[in-house]
């Protein structure tokens, strides 16, 4: 992150974590403990800072979107939980700690997943308009929609594998963006350019993990990646043509620095 990006950053996150680990003080102690875990692995809070941003990019305090980047974290970390289980992924490691079926066993792992995603929506249930964004996001034509298509293993052409990360990848990235919006009152024509904005970084955050993870993606017999179809560099120039778009849509708007150090962030970051 840039200098300025990072201060922004350092000035939300320790109040938004305090919300985030504060969650289910009513559950039983061993319950709540493998609820936190997993939220407690040290991620870029990639989709709570666009949140942020989305609403201070239409003059408002970015603190107003806090139940929007809430929800978003905690269904997103369901997803990763859900995502490592054996049935799924079959990941040990996430973030180079153990994962959470690795910890507490297979069943309590997809319990913390649907505790995880039902509280996400309890965290925007006075929003009826945040809870149906994330519902869309997070459903059978996004997250999960994209899950599956990734499981059917029928992505062997760009095209293909746009349209399944822009669902598994890009939804919640895309509503991150949009609930932000709709935090500080956005007009449908903010809403319009928020939205162009969100789908161009959700897809250019893809494309650039694949460039990130350029050794594994270039391997011919490897998983389909943006890499593997389009080379090295024109993974590398379409991550950045798609940063392009995303801070033009964000110039659109009132405030808009944030968003574009985001949008950058997204697309040259080393980690």
């Known amino acids: 992150m840039t200098p300025s990006l990072a201060a922004w950053a350092a000035?939300?996150?320790?109040?938004?974590?305090?919300?985030?680990?504060?969650?289910f003080e009513d559950a039983d102690p061993?319950?709540?403990e493998a609820l936190r875990y997993p939220l407690q692995t040290g991620g870029k809070r990639i989709r709570p800072l666009l949140a942020f941003a989305a609403a201070g990019a239409l003059g408002a305090d970015p603190r107003r979107a806090l139940p929007a980047a809430l929800a978003l974290e905690l269904?997103?970390?369901?997803?990763?939980?859900?995502?490592?289980?054996?049935?799924?992924?079959?990941?040990d490691?996430?973030?180079?700690?153990?994962?959470v079926h690795k910890?507490?066993?297979?069943?309590?792992?997809?319990?913390v997943g649907d505790a995880l995603l039902t509280e996400g929506f309890a965290v925007i249930a006075e929003s009826p308009a945040m809870v149906r964004e994330l519902a869309a996001a997070a459903g059978a034509v996004g997250m999960v929609g994209g899950q599956v298509l990734d499981i059917?293993?029928?992505?062997?052409?760009?095209?293909?594998?746009?349209?399944?990360?822009?669902r598994k990848t890009g939804a919640l990235i895309r509503a991150a963006a949009r609930m932000g919006g709709f935090a500080a009152g956005a007009d449908a024509r903010q809403l319009e350019a928020l939205t162009r904005y969100g789908e161009a970084v959700g897809l250019a955050f893809q494309v650039a993990d694949d460039v990130l993870d350029a050794e594994q993606d270039a391997a011919p017999e490897g998983p389909p990646s943006f890499v593997r179809l389009l080379g090295l560099a024109g993974a590398t120039a379409e991550a950045s043509r798609l940063g392009d778009v995303a801070c033009g849509a964000a110039e659109e708007l009132p405030a808009a620095e944030r968003l574009v150090e985001l949008a950058r962030f997204a697309v040259e970051r080393t980690i």
């Open 75 to 91: 269904v997103h970390t369901y997803s990763l939980v859900h995502d490592d289980l054996p049935a799924m992924d079959d990941d």
């Open 152 to 166: 059917a293993g029928g992505s062997q052409d760009v095209v293909s594998l746009t349209r399944l990360h822009a």
């Open 93 to 99: 490691l996430r973030r180079g700690r153990p994962t």
């Open 103 to 111: 910890v507490y066993g297979e069943a309590m792992a997809i319990l």
């Open 30 to 32: 061993g319950f709540r």
């Open 11 to 23: 000035g939300l996150v320790p109040d938004f974590e305090a919300a985030l680990f504060g969650r």
